[in-house]
């Protein structure tokens, strides 16, 4: 058998986001822009200063990215035919249908007619992300939205808040990433893996590379007449053609509001004023102790677990956030130990557990998070203290994949809003979960703590925490290819 060596990264070409998470530029902020006047607006785009992949020393002070909506695509006049290559969920947008918003858990006060952006008529074409080191934004933001002027309107502004690497409910975030493969060094032979590893093919964040299937994700490739100056790569599965797709990746925002009073609240209310049990249970819902260490006995530092040693959820429910979000070794149901035990279930003859096939392949449903906080939240002491702040907190969440569909859709739907999740009954996720019968009538507003010593832990009426305020896909081009959508025609 031959082996190629693949070829390395053009790092030059991809968007620094998706291999830093910029945390020493603790200030950012989002612009929500639409096109007023596009030759202006491709003008100002085809020369943006967009910071890629390359590491510089020492970091930069301000650092931007950009990235379209699929209406975007249209308003900055790229041809029908060539955006139509783009994948389905983000050509439909997050707003885009009932049926779509029911899957995510859009519903009742967070449906789409309720946002404040990202519906209907209010779909941003172009998001800017902006990142500075301390002291840098306001100027840099302010010369910026005067050049923006000529060619686009201001929508909205995504403020954020540097929380030092907490939410707004008080815990430490931005911990679980996959390690992207950037130097390829994951065979495509490996596609059968079966065991928890973090080391993600490239290709799920990436377009324009192989994929944990081992297969390149669908994406615009042109015919080499449609780009005569050569500014595009060319497909590495298909030379024959222009990869408009290739180093970039999807961008999913939502505008989550956290009710961080309401939270901590109820949680002392339900355990009588205890507050240390109530702060065991908002750990027990995250699935992390507030700190961020991990609630599996023996993890190394604070990522090195999974959940073979928690098989029976005593350390971090199945329902727990972080559970739901990244099953981790879950491949196989918990209890599906052993060769004859893992046959069986392959053949299908283990009809007892196929609801717990929800949590099956987890390598398949990663995803990068890139999100930023907003607001002043209280702390705990304070929420359970003072009147309830008017002022707005929570997460501006980013996250980044090749397939919005098996990544973002798949992990936001089947795991967390999934009140089928693992088997488990009348639950949905402890934070993020709408609270709503599903369409069975069943509940979907209660945890389950399980204990070594008796039945579960449940707490039931749970209220609703986190609502969407506003959400949309956005395509994060290589650099090459944003240069090729806005060239003067
Ligand atoms: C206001 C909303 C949310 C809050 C407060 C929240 C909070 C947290 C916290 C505290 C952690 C643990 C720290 C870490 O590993 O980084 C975490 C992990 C995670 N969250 Fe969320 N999250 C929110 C929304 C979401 C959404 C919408 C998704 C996906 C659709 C998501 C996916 C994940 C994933 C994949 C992990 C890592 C799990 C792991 O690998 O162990 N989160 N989140």
Known sequence: MTTTTPRPVELDDVQGLLRFGYSHHTEACFLLLRVKDPAAARAWLAQAPVTTAVEAKPVPATAMQVAISGPGLAALGIPDDLAAGFSEEFLAGMAGDEDRSRRLGDLDSSHPSNWAWGAGDAVPHVLLLLYALPGHLADWRRSLEAELASGFTLQAELDTADLAGREPFGFRDGLSQPEVDWERRRPVEDRDRLEYGNLTCLGEFLLGYPNEYGLYTDRPLLDPGRDPGVLLPRAEDRPELADLGRNGSYLVLREL???????????????????????????????????????????????????????????????????????????????????????????????????????????????????????????????????????????????????????????????????????????????LGHRLPGPDGAPSDCFSIPRADGPDQRLCGLPHFVEVRGGGYFFLPGIRALRYMTRPR
């Open 257 to 431: 509001r956290q009710d961080v009073a309401g939270l901590w609240r109820w949680l002392a209310q339900q355990a009588g004023g205890d507050l240390d049990r109530a702060r065991d249970w908002a750990e027990a819902m995250v699935g992390r102790k507030l700190d961020g260490r991990s609630r599996i006995p023996g993890a190394r530092g604070l990522n090195g677990f999974d959940y073979a040693a928690d098989p029976e959820g005593l350390h971090c429910p199945f329902g727990a956030h972080i559970r739901r979000a990244n099953p981790r070794n879950a491949d196989y149901p918990a209890g599906t130990r052993g060769i004859l035990a893992r046959v069986r279930r392959f053949l299908g003859f283990d009809a007892g557990a196929l609801p717990q096939d929800l949590v099956a392949s987890t390598r398949f449903h990663r995803i990068l998070r890139r999100g930023r906080a907003f607001g002043t939240p209280p702390v705990p002491e304070q929420a359970l203290a003072e009147p309830p702040p008017t002022a707005g907190t929570g997460l501006h969440f980013i996250c980044l994949g090749a397939n919005i569909g098996r990544q973002f859709e798949f992990v936001q739907s089947a795991w967390i809003q999934g009140t089928r999740f693992a088997g488990l009954p009348g639950e949905g996720d402890p934070l």
